[in-house]
């Protein structure tokens, strides 16, 4: 592995890939490549990770989000190393005659050769478009390096509940928000679907008018869901206190499974959200209604938060609530 | 007042979408089975829908509620585009079907349907909120309309809603009638007229690339513009509805509704919001400015075509006349190709060129926007290198855009070629488009009337088909004028020629 790279060559190398993907499917008897470009996405990822899942993660992302990907690998301790190898990303869209193709980066470093990062990501991020960093390194994320590349970033993804100090994390991710950094959480991003099956009970004007008698929420979770309870509960409390409404938040650790639920109740209504599989149910006052809810993956996720790229101001105000909640829970 | 729901996130969420019952007529009929229940499951799939959600079938066929359901079951399994079958999603879709018998001429059916609505509120909560959905034959939208007002049902505790198929009648007189019986029951706020053209996501895109963007909106005029075409083509015939289509025509088919929408969004000036009816007035703006022709005018600027027998692909097909159940003397228009003039500021003089008809060359839907060629043709002397500028909105199959233009040959010598910079929708956007049934009827049902046709528009449409129309009859043509396969008859080649244009071949 050599100890520097120059991005004027991975630029070179991309170039060239376009001009051999042209020629090859001209060749194949196709009408040439399309190159589509929404974003750069840089994913900073520690080399143990299994790298054939996270390439099917960031294959999966690119029709609906294409993007030029720079995946960054961190190789730990040892020697100032960098290296890198580029690649493209192409699919055939069903009944179409032109291959899709994006440009795929990878990049290994050592934490020796980190503070470099930045100069190299810098040029190879295309111009006019959002720069992206999906960081799933929890390493980095507590490193003084990772500030340097977040100030790059028109958005830093992360997932706060597979880190081992969430609370410490999520303070961190606050500070990152009131310096103006445009963040999304994972662990937030798993209640979508949750939130609007709650938010769709009260569509129902009958329901809607109960709102005002609720008085108690219990959220209940287990294993990795502490985040989600506290962004859960911090967000329910919070949409209820600008209602009006002023309601007890109790939450409670049950089980070591990944596990999550949660009440809502008052006098003459009780509403519970749970999963069960790959469905929620949702009861209300006794009556129960199933609906699909498969077990999120990172994929899924990052789906959803590509989509947004620009401040959460219903995210940003459950954070703060959250950090307040993470300190006087003992997980 | 509406309580507000205080765990709402735009952002996040998809569009709210309230509590109702859809009850449609025709529930035997082949746009539901294909069409309807088909985008309802799908929205129901999508978790689109409320928990309160209920759908009443109405036919003449007796059949009980579970019969209603095995039959809808068979229809989502089958015609369900993209969509996986989800026992659990069906399980609860299917619990909210219901079925009432009777005739649409008859009083009783509207007092059973009333009755099955209560019902339904009271065990659905459905906020009594009714979107009527007429999926029948056009001669019996009045009369269903009349006997919903009739009984009671057209109003209620809840919004009501009426959705109406095209045709809108078949002249601007049967329009007037149609709109005025529909209006004995419902306001004209609550009737929809839904044309599936504007559902399609790159109509709608139409508007999002003119209005979302800066850069094209100062070239979208006279001065730039040379001339529009716009392309609605199918290579199939008409597949035994030729007792049907011989009624109706390619000029009342597509143009009438269709096309003439699609060139209202191409043409229509910036609307001050994207509210319904600021962007449904500015359409009509659009379809009123649009020259009426005297029959002179008609004789130039139009071109009826039938197709005859051909061998495409070594395989014989039939001409239009000798399709099942059509005349063999017929003198319907399988074809029809017209030039529209706008007399506005922005388009007076620039010719929009319509066409569309069945077994043309292959199935495309397009409109080309051809620009001016460049004052002076400095790198090419004897013009053979000249090429317009061209922005082609394709609106099915391969639905994006591309702008054609010159660009230097590798190599030395100033010698240009035409080059395609292309936008492709499907691939740039890797997610599933909804159908146009899915987009129009969640529109419905959350009230938003955007990409549904008013009165108004309609009847601006038929007052530029009907002097066409009125012409045509008047003067039978010598049919059949174009062998199938082909791109139409020549005659419409001419009538472009006279201007110095040729037609697009996509």
Not at chain 1, 35 to 58: F, K, N, P
Not at chain 1, 256 to 266: C, I, P, Q, R
Not at chain 2, 333 to 345: Q, S
Request: net charge negative.
């Amino acid at each position: 592995m050599g100890t520097t790279i120059a991005p004027e060559k991975i630029l070179k190398e991309l170039s060239d890939l376009w001009v051999d993907s042209g020629k090859q499917a001209q060749t194949e008897g196709g009408t040439g490549v399309l190159r589509a470009c929404s974003m750069t996405l840089l994913v900073l990822a520690e080399a143990a990770e299994d790298a054939q899942d996270l390439g099917e993660t960031i294959a999966a992302l690119m029709p609906e989000h294409p993007a030029r990907a720079i995946l960054v690998r961190l190789s730990g301790a040892g020697d100032r190393s960098m290296a890198e190898r580029v690649y493209s990303q192409c699919w055939m869209p069903f009944g179409q005659r032109r291959q899709i193709c994006c440009e795929q980066v990878e990049i290994t470093v050592s934490d020796a050769a980190l503070a470099d990062l930045q100069s190299v990501v810098l040029p190879l991020t295309v111009a006019d478009l959002p720069l992206i960093v999906w960081c799933r390194s929890q390493r980095l994320l507590a490193m003084p390096e990772f500030r340097a590349i977040a100030q790059m970033a028109d958005k830093v993804v992360i997932h706060s509940a597979s880190s081992l100090d969430p609370a410490a994390l999520l303070e961190r991710a606050h500070g990152a928000v009131g310096r103006g950094i445009m963040l999304g959480d994972l662990s937030w991003t798993i209640l979508t679907r949750w939130r609007e099956m709650l938010a769709q009970v009260f569509e129902n004007h009958q329901n809607a008018a109960q709102v005002a008698k609720l008085a108690e929420i219990d959220v209940e979770w287990g294993g990795s869901r502490y985040v989600p309870a506290l962004y859960l509960g911090a967000w329910i409390r919070d949409s209820l206190a600008a209602a009006g409404v002023n309601a007890k938040l109790q939450m409670s650790r049950v089980a070591d499974d990944d596990d999550l639920g949660v009440k809502l109740t008052g006098d003459g209504i009780a509403v519970k959200l749970a999963r069960e599989d790959d469905r929620m149910v949702v009861t209300l006052n006794g009556a129960s209604q199933c609906t699909n809810l498969p077990q999120p993956t990172d994929y899924m996720l990052m789906r959803e938060e590509l989509r947004i790229v620009r401040h959460d101001p219903v995210f940003e105000r459950t954070l703060a609530s959250a950090v307040q909640l993470a300190h006087p829970i003992e997980q | 007042m509406p309580i507000e729901n205080p765990f709402q996130d735009p952002l996040r969420f998809e569009r709210r979408v309230p509590e109702c019952t859809v009850v449609i007529f025709g529930a035997n009929g082949d746009l539901t089975k294909r069409k309807l229940l088909p985008a309802l499951y799908r929205l129901a799939y999508d978790r689109r829908l409320s928990a309160g959600f209920a759908v009443v079938g109405i036919s003449r066929t007796p059949m009980s509620d579970e019969a209603f359901r095995e039959k809808m079951l068979e229809s989502v399994k089958q015609f369900s585009e993209d969509t996986d079958f989800d026992e659990n999603v069906w399980a609860g879709f299917a619990a909210g079907l219901y079925y009432v018998a009777g005739d649409i001429g008859d009083a009783a059916l509207y007092q059973n349907l009333a009755t099955r609505l209560e019902q339904i509120e009271n065990e659905r909560h459905t906020g009594g909120n009714v979107l009527f959905y007429l999926s029948t034959q056009p001669s019996q939208y009045a009369r269903a309309a009349q006997g919903l007002g009739a009984a009671g049902v057209s109003k209620g505790k809840g919004w009501r809603r009426l959705v109406v198929e095209k045709p809108f009648g078949h002249d601007l007189a049967s329009a007037r009638e149609l709109s005025d019986r529909l209006h004995e029951s419902f306001d004209e706020s609550e009737v929809y007229r839904i044309d599936h053209y504007l559902g399609k996501e790159t109509v709608q895109n139409i508007l999002a690339f003119r209005f979302g963007n800066g850069i094209f909106e100062p070239l979208w005029n006279r001065r730039y513009v040379n001339h529009v075409q716009i392309t609605g083509a199918e290579s199939i015939g008409v597949e035994g509805r030729g007792a049907y289509y011989q009624e109706a025509g390619a000029l009342d088919d597509m143009i009438q509704n269709h096309l003439l929408q699609v060139m209202a969004t191409i043409a229509m000036e910036p609307s001050a919001t994207f509210r319904a009816p600021s962007v449904r007035d500015e359409r009509s703006k659009l379809l009123r400015s649009i020259r009426p022709m005297t029959p002179e005018e008609v004789r130039q600027n139009t071109v009826p075509g039938q197709y005859g027998p051909a061998s495409i692909g070594g395989k014989d097909v039939p001409g239009f006349r000798q399709e099942p159940g059509v005349d063999p003397k017929s003198q319907t228009n399988t074809y029809a190709g017209v030039t529209l003039f706008v007399d506005n500021w922005r388009w007076a003089g620039v010719p929009f060129y319509i066409r569309t008809g069945k077994r043309l060359a292959k199935r495309v839907t397009e409109i080309s926007i051809q620009f001016n060629e460049a004052p002076l043709h400095i790198f090419d002397h004897d013009g053979a290198e000249s090429a317009p500028n061209l922005l082609i909105v394709r609106i099915q199959p391969e639905e994006g855009i591309s702008l054609k233009f010159l660009s230097k040959r590798p190599g030395s010598g100033m010698m240009l070629r035409p080059v395609s910079m292309d936008f492709n929708y499907g691939s740039s956007f890797g997610e599933r488009s909804p159908s146009a049934y899915e987009t129009l009827l969640l529109d419905a049902i959350i009230g938003d009337a955007t990409l549904y046709t008013r009165q108004d528009m309609v009847e601006a449409s038929w007052s530029v088909v009907e002097p066409i129309q009125n012409y045509w009859r008047g003067n039978p043509a010598d049919f059949p004028n174009y062998p199938a396969g082909t791109w139409g008859p020549a005659a419409a080649d001419a009538m472009l020629a006279r201007r110095g244009h040729v037609w697009r071949e996509p």
